[in-house]
């Protein structure tokens, strides 16, 4: 099993509906982290959070929410979608220790019609 | 944070030392270079980092300069799939966060 699983892989879904990206982790670690990738463009944070009780918006986190169910479980919610949503979703965690890497998931492809 | 400059793109030969340069003049002292790949659309993966001396792994080799300006990523023998978009990040000591530029896109040819 990967050491962060994120569900969906790919979803499709219209404008204005809600849906939920999901991540879990295996790693133990207690900061996670949710960024998105436009094509071409490099990874912006849109969410992160340091512990349960912690969460922190990032550079562009208009349009999302999050919930961090655990130390574990750490889900990105869109309340409703629009086209320039469609994006790359990635999430990932680390350890408190700043000289840690990042360990990301697959992510998820999300496509807004 | 500090910012970085990467080049936009290079080309290296198979089995060549491909050498990736990247500029962060604005680091401070405590501030540490990152070293992440991406390989087409995949989840970034962790490379290397340091400080202040040359550091190496199995994957990478990461040469600083002694006044921590600038630094180069070196695949020792560059493999075809070692093709991916290279991103060096500085990473502050306030928070936590990494902040991906928009990288160096290498291109391993036969």
């Known amino acids: 099993d990967a050491d962060v699983t994120q569900t969906p892989r790919n979803r499709i879904t219209k404008t204005g509906k809600r849906i939920m990206l999901e991540c879990s982790q295996t790693?133990?670690?207690?900061?996670m982290y949710w960024y998105r990738q436009d094509p071409g463009l490099g990874l912006r944070l849109i969410y992160y959070s340091f512990d349960v009780k912690d969460i922190n918006k990032g550079e562009i986190s208009d349009g999302y929410s999050v919930s961090r169910q655990a130390q574990a479980k750490f889900s990105l919610s869109l309340e409703s979608a629009i086209p320039n949503q469609t994006a790359l979703y990635f999430c990932?965690?680390?350890?408190?220790?700043?000289?840690?890497?990042?360990?990301f998931g697959s992510g998820t492809r999300l496509t807004v019609v | 944070d500090a910012k970085t400059t990467q080049p936009t793109s290079m080309d290296c030969a198979e089995g060549r030392a491909a050498n990736l340069p990247c500029n962060h003049s604005t680091i401070s002292g405590n501030e540490y270079v990152y070293w992440y790949r991406q390989i087409h659309s995949q989840g970034p993966q962790y490379i290397i980092h340091g400080l202040k001396n040359n550091e190496t792994n199995e994957m990478a080799s990461l040469i600083i300069t002694e006044d921590r300006k600038s630094s180069t990523l070196i695949l020792p023998h560059a493999t075809l799939r070692d093709t991916a978009v290279y991103y060096c990040?500085?990473?502050?000591?306030?928070?936590?966060?990494?902040?991906f530029g928009g990288g160096t896109r290498v291109l391993v040819k036969p």
């Open positions: 990932a965690t680390s350890d408190s220790d700043r000289r840690s890497g990042y360990t």
């Open positions: 790693k133990g670690h207690d900061r």
């Open positions: 990040i500085v990473r502050g000591a306030a928070g936590n966060k990494l902040t």
